[in-house]
């Protein structure tokens, strides 16, 4: 079956950089366009990027276009996010996803920004 498994959060400072990673076992990952989310406990869960199958095209959502980088490894199966010039209201739970909802996704790694 699909599992996804992040990894990579932490407590930044802001300004900083962290770079998530997200394995991903169970399915045609190199035949799958891969999400990420975040989200925030109270609020609902906010799409951040997504990238296509062979990993030509990208997306971002405005609030980190600029600043965050998704990359895939295709032989590896591993799905990235390169996060830089972090800001405090990128706190949040961050999780990878095979789907436009993030109905199906993994654990979450935790991000915390703070001085």
């Known amino acids: 079956q699909v599992q996804l498994v992040e990894s990579g959060g932490g407590l930044a400072q802001p300004g900083g950089s962290l770079r998530l990673s997200c394995a991903a076992s169970?399915?045609?990952?190199?035949?799958?366009?891969m999400y990420w989310f975040r989200q925030v406990p109270g609020k609902a869960l906010e799409w951040v990027s997504r990238?296509?199958?062979?990993?030509?095209?990208?997306y971002y959502a405005d609030s980190v276009k600029g600043r965050f980088t998704v990359v895939r490894d295709n032989a590896r199966n591993i799905l990235y996010l390169q996060m830089d010039s972090l800001k405090f209201e990128d706190t949040a739970v961050y999780y990878c996803?095979?789907?436009?909802?993030?109905?199906?996704r993994g654990q979450g790694t935790q991000v915390t920004v703070s001085s």
């Open positions: 996803s095979t789907d436009d909802r993030g109905a199906t």
């Open positions: 169970g399915f045609a990952f190199n035949k799958t366009w």
């Open positions: 990238i296509t199958q062979g990993g030509r095209f990208k």
